[in-house]
């Protein structure tokens, strides 16, 4: 089955720096662009940012020149690394999949979630 485990949230200083990793498995990881994820409480989850299978990366404004979104396709795992973080970027990081399965459907698949908390 579909199964996405990630790590690497925590605390952290404003300012600071961490690395999320989601490790991948029970699909054609290669062939699929996978996503990170966040929700604050009392907020919508929104996307923070993207990368095709061809390595095409998008990020939503406010994380733009302070995160990065990179793929390992030998490791099954997608990265997000978070640099300059500030206390706004406090929420669940999720990681996310939606793929193409027989029939014509399509399936959202997500991570357990991985708590980063920004905060002097």
């Known amino acids: 089955q579909v199964q996405l485990v990630e790590s690497g949230g925590g605390l952290v200083q404003p300012g600071g720096s961490l690395r999320l990793s989601c490790a991948a498995s029970?699909?054609?990881?290669?062939?699929?662009?996978m996503n990170w994820y966040r929700q604050a409480p009392g907020k919508q989850r929104e996307l923070v940012a993207a990368?095709?299978?061809?390595?095409?990366?998008n990020y939503v404004d406010a994380v733009k020149g302070r995160f990065t979104i990179s793929r390992d396709n030998a490791k099954s795992t997608v990265y997000l690394q978070m640099n300059s973080l500030k206390p706004e970027d406090t929420a669940v990081y999720y990681c996310?999949?939606?793929?193409?399965?027989?029939?014509?459907?399509?399936?959202?698949?997500w991570g357990q979630g991985t708590q980063v908390t920004v905060s002097s």
């Open positions: 990368i095709t299978s061809g390595g095409t990366t």
């Open positions: 996310n999949v939606n793929i193409a399965g027989r029939y014509g459907y399509r399936a959202d698949y």
């Open positions: 029970g699909f054609i990881f290669s062939i699929n662009d």
